[in-house]
């Protein structure tokens, strides 16, 4: 599924009188998300599930072509956790 389609699903589902303003919609909801995890919050959103952000430490590697050993910096991952509502739905 394209953001297109997800868009047409907002209009649709919330009787939002055109695309450009379900686009206004999803724009602002996923600039919420992203703000969020960028200051390092945790978002949950219930029954659907929860964001969060995850240190990874600094750990040394391997390069697949030539064997040598690499450093790899810590960074920053974003996990998801599903909810309840979400897990039983795809199933």
């Given at each position: 599924?394209?953001?297109?389609?997800?868009?047409?699903?907002?209009?649709?589902?919330?009787?939002?009188?055109?695309?450009?303003e379900a686009g206004k919609v999803l724009d602002a909801?996923?600039?919420?998300?992203?703000?969020?995890?960028?200051?390092?919050?945790?978002?949950?959103?219930?029954?659907?599930?929860?964001?969060?952000?995850?240190?990874?430490?600094?750990?040394?590697?391997?390069?697949?072509?030539?064997?040598?050993?690499?450093?790899?910096?810590?960074?920053?991952?974003?996990?998801?956790?599903?909810?309840?509502?979400?897990?039983?739905?795809?199933?």
């Amino acid at each position: 599924m394209a953001k297109t389609d997800i868009i047409a699903k907002i209009q649709a589902n919330a009787g939002i009188a055109t695309k450009a303003e379900a686009g206004k919609v999803l724009d602002a909801v996923l600039a919420a998300i992203q703000e969020t995890l960028a200051a390092g919050d945790a978002l949950t959103l219930t029954g659907f599930g929860a964001f969060k952000v995850s240190e990874r430490a600094a750990r040394t590697g391997r390069d697949p072509r030539t064997g040598k050993a690499i450093d790899i910096p810590a960074s920053k991952a974003v996990r998801f956790t599903p909810g309840k509502s979400l897990k039983d739905a795809v199933k």
